[in-house]
């Protein structure tokens, strides 16, 4: 079954990509980038959804890093959904390997599509 991790600090947010990918992924999630990165090398997503902005000693952009730098997760997709919208966070997270750029507030059946893209 294809693994799914969502990171977001706002429980609304995994719950509302969660209710949208339905059941027919194995979905995790994470409230932090330290917890996202822990279950990543655990369960070896398919695709991580991630919010920049978390509270901890992380961010999102740092834990693209930290995923795109770990041997083990070189074929784990990394989607950003994030509410900076500037042109320059989305170059650099596309620059730190980021799949996808999606900006606050965003369209969940664009997302999941763009989720079945990368996993087709």
């Given at each position: 079954?294809?693994?799914i991790l969502i990171v977001d600090d706002h429980p609304?947010?995994?719950?509302?990509?969660?209710?949208?990918?339905?059941?027919?992924?194995?979905?995790?999630?994470?409230s932090d980038a330290t917890s996202a990165l822990r279950l990543a090398?655990?369960?070896?997503?398919?695709?991580?959804?991630?919010?920049i902005m978390m509270p901890g000693e992380m961010d999102g952009l740092q834990a693209l890093q930290a995923?795109?730098?770990?041997?083990?997760?070189?074929?784990?997709?990394?989607?950003?959904?994030t509410a900076r919208a500037s042109a320059n966070d989305q170059a650099t997270a596309l620059e730190y390997g980021a799949h996808g750029y999606f900006c606050k507030p965003f369209s969940p059946v664009q997302l999941v599509n763009s989720i079945k893209g990368l996993i087709a």
């Open positions: 079954m294809t693994k609304d947010i995994r719950q509302l990509i969660r209710l949208t990918l339905g059941n027919q992924y194995e979905i995790h999630e994470a090398r655990e369960h070896r997503p398919h695709v991580v959804v991630m919010d995923i795109r730098s770990d041997a083990a997760l070189t074929e784990t997709k990394v989607i950003m959904v």
